[in-house]
């Protein structure tokens, strides 16, 4: 069985009129432990955020089963 955790990720984002703006993000993490759970959200937003960020929080969550869509971007 997968253990899902939420990372919360700050830092600053450019919004559409080219001001920065912060703001903080949910994101959901397939880990064992909390620990390899902070490894992965630091090395997906390493990727995604040209930036600095802080993860602010992380917390197992409820949810048992993720979805993938074929046709989706997302899950």
Do not use: P
């Not at 993860?55 to 971007?73: G, L, P, R, W």
């Amino acid at each position: 069985m997968k253990i899902w955790y939420i990372c919360k990720a700050k830092y600053g984002k450019e919004m559409d009129d080219g001001m920065m703006k912060q703001v903080t993000e949910a994101h959901l993490v397939d880990a064992v432990s909390y620990t390899d759970a902070e490894s992965r959200i630091y090395a997906a937003m390493e990727q995604n955020v040209a930036g600095e960020f802080s993860i602010t929080a992380i917390s197992k969550s409820n949810i048992s089963e993720v979805m993938n869509y074929e046709d989706s971007d997302d899950w």
